[in-house]
């Protein structure tokens, strides 16, 4: 009999590719920005090219609503496996449990070895604790405020408490968090049915099972994975490894395997109904998306009344409103803005204020206070046009009252 695939070294590969690209992102750039950043100061969330201010909140509520959505069903077709194989925490118990073994057996005495683990286990916390603050500020500045002293109050509150609930977690409580901590877990349960994959023990085999304890001895947990379904199961499959071991022994296949639920039992079918109608909805969300940033505008422009200031009526019969303008460059290169009425309502108007060449830098906003002059009383229009032009372009327009 051909022996069977041992799981355990494909999901060490996924673990450590998903833990490589995790650290790596915040390293890569696009165009001279983050691939994937918040920038906090300037509120902009910098995704693959595109910088997203957080005023465009509608694409921030689609990109949440796809994550929910992709979140539900990858639960409901292929399980806890993100527990087992992706989650940051497994990955983080398995170091910890690497690191403790391998200084126990290379270092002499018991102290020394707990001592170097210990070392390392604040190491890899201050790790994962910039890792996490490169999403918000570039690894280069990261380190060179960190030396100076001056990462800020809330990203110094941040990197700090991170790295030191890493190392707790890493020293004391590792997988212990799977089984009692974690919302995750529960939540992913309620969110599978009859066709989820799951790591089961095989009834209809249970007669070929030797109760050697292999499988047992083996989970991180601690369950007994022929007891059923069970909320510590993280579904790393170390047990059906195990199993495959003993009962390649015995000429035989292993008990323990992934599938889509019991064929008998209704299951078997990862493709139904209600992960289409999921899989479809993510796909129409990812479109919107892609859309909305494809389509967003490079400008923007908001025009407000200034507060507590009446319209004046001036001797020579004019009038004068007062407005306060915010000008955002929403594009990834500085540009060069000039305000201007629109052509079929201007005449008898004219801008007052700092409204032509306007530089701003890229992804940054500016706020402007001008007078709009109606040199006839009533002027003709009450209703004009703002129009934020670059060069011959109109790139943003904006309706304006004269009167109010
Ligand atoms: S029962 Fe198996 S798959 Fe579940 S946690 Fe234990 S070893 Fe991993
Ligand atoms: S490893 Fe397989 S044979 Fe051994 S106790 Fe577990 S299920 Fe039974």
């Keep these: 009999m051909t022996p069977q695939r041992k799981l355990g070294p494909f999901r060490q590969s996924v673990q450590w590719i998903t833990t490589l690209v995790l650290l790596l992102i915040p390293f890569v750039t696009v165009g001279g920005e983050s691939l994937l950043r918040l920038d906090a100061p300037s509120r902009t969330l910098l995704f693959f090219g595109a ?5 465009e909140l509608y694409l921030f509520l689609l990109a949440t609503l796809i994550l929910v959505f992709i979140f539900l069903f990858v639960t409901m077709v292929f399980g806890r496996i993100w527990c087992g194989w992706l989650c940051p925490q497994t990955t983080l118990s398995d170091l910890a449990g690497f690191i403790l073994k391998k200084t126990a057996s290379l270092l002499p005495g018991k102290l020394f070895p707990l001592v170097v683990a210990h070392l390392l286990f604040a190491l890899l916390a201050f ?31 941040t990197f700090w408490s991170t790295a030191a609930f890493v190392y707790l977690d890493l020293a004391f409580v590792r ?9 995750y877990g529960r939540i992913q349960l309620m969110a599978m049915d009859r066709n989820t994959l799951t790591l089961a023990f095989n009834p209809a085999r249970t007669s070929d099972c030797i109760r050697c304890g292999a499988c047992v001895r083996t989970c991180p947990t601690g369950i007994d994975i022929r007891d059923g379904l069970q909320v510590e199961c993280i579904n790393c499959g170390r047990c059906l490894d195990a199993c495959r071991a003993i009962m390649q022994k015995q000429g035989k296949t292993g008990l323990i395997h992934y599938s889509f639920g019991i064929t008998e039992q209704g299951g078997g079918r990862p493709l139904n109904s209600k992960s289409l109608t999921l899989g479809a909805l993510v796909l129409v969300l990812c479109s919107l998306l892609a859309a909305g940033v494809a389509l967003r505008k490079e400008a923007s422009l908001k025009v407000r009344r200034a507060d507590m200031i009446q319209v004046k009526h001036l001797a020579d019969g004019s009038l004068v409103n007062f407005f306060t303008i915010t000008i955002e460059n929403r594009s990834r290169k500085p ?36 007078l709009v002059k109606a040199s006839s009383l009533p002027p003709k229009q009450a209703m004009i046009q703002l129009q934020l032009m670059q060069g011959e372009r109109i790139v943003a327009a904006e309706p304006l009252s004269i009167l109010d």
């Design 127 to 157: 790790l994962v604790g910039a890792n996490l603050i490169w999403y918000f500020i570039p690894p280069a500045e990261f380190f060179e405020r960190l030396l100076n002293g001056n990462l800020g109050l809330v990203a110094g509150i």
């Design 335 to 370: 540009a060069v803005y000039d305000l201007v009425i629109d052509g079929s309502s201007k005449a008898g108007l004219e801008l007052l204020g700092p409204v032509t060449g306007l530089h701003l830098a890229a992804n940054d906003n500016r706020r402007i206070d001008l």
């Design 175 to 183: 997988r212990l968090f799977c089984s009692t901590l974690c919302p």
């Design 51 to 55: 910088a997203i201010r957080i005023e």
